[in-house]
């Protein structure tokens, strides 16, 4: 990877995050410019750039160096090093909670299923895009039960007839009430979070990311 002297910064192009996301570095005073193809906004004043992408692929964007700090989801990073081979696990680091885009990973089941607690999941099938996450979960409470990988849509799969439950984020809980779901069991708390590398570049990035890492700590303070 050629050395780059302007910090940047993946973030999700279109979500819960994208406008608390943006919000969260002009309150920090800085100010971007959209490529016409949305994918890069180009900093006007401090050499920080955004690449605008799918959430999912923050965590190996970072890893891979082609950016140096990411904003997403616990979600996401937790269910990135979960289910990413070690070769390519790059440690990635909580450099900062955000407090904003929180929801959590739950497990919904159909209104009219009884569910008493986690053994009531044994045998049934689960339909997630969260497979790490649920995986682990079920495994630390010695339950057997299936699990379907969808990339989206998960909602759909107990009408569909492909799963029996799932487990997908819950924010204001209007999805699930959309399908007929009801939450059952909370997996994972999540919020976004400033994600980098556990070291520092060691070259004015460093400092820029330092800069970004103080005036964060600022509106953050402000806010609470
Ligand atoms: C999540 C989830 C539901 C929705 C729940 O998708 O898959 O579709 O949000 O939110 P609610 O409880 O407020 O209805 P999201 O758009 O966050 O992520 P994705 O596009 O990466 O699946
Ligand atoms: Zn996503
Ligand atoms: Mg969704």
Redesign the pocket.
């Known amino acids: 990877m050629r050395p780059r002297d302007r910090l940047r910064i993946a973030m999700q192009k279109s ?2 995050l994208t406008e608390p996301a943006q919000d969260l570095l002009t309150r920090c005073g800085f100010t971007f410019r959209q490529s016409r193809d949305k994918l890069f906004c180009f900093g006007e004043g401090e050499p920080v750039d955004l690449l605008l992408v799918r ?2 692929d923050i965590p190996g964007l970072i890893a891979q160096g082609v950016c140096d700090l990411g904003i997403v989801g616990r979600n996401v990073l937790n269910e990135y090093e979960l289910t990413t081979g070690r070769d390519d696990a790059v440690a990635l680091a909580e450099w900062r909670g955000l407090g904003f885009g929180r ?1 959590r990973l739950s497990l919904a089941v159909p209104q009219e299923l009884d569910y008493a607690g986690v053994a009531d999941l044994a045998g049934k099938r689960i339909a997630t ?1 969260y497979p790490g996450l649920l995986g682990r979960w079920l495994r630390e409470r010695g339950i057997d039960a299936g699990v379907v990988t969808l990339a ?1 849509s ?2 759909i799969a107990p009408r569909l007839g492909t799963a029996d439950a799932i487990c ?9 009430l959309a399908n007929q779901l009801r939450e059952a069991d909370v997996v994972l708390e999540s919020e976004a979070l400033l994600v980098g590398p556990r070291t520092l570049p060691a070259d004015e990035r460093g400092d820029l990311v330092e800069l970004l890492l103080k005036r964060i700590d600022g509106v953050i303070q402000v806010r609470e």
């Open positions: 979500g819960r959430d999912d929801c895009s989206g998960v909602e997908d984020l819950v924010q204001s809980g209007g999805t699930l």
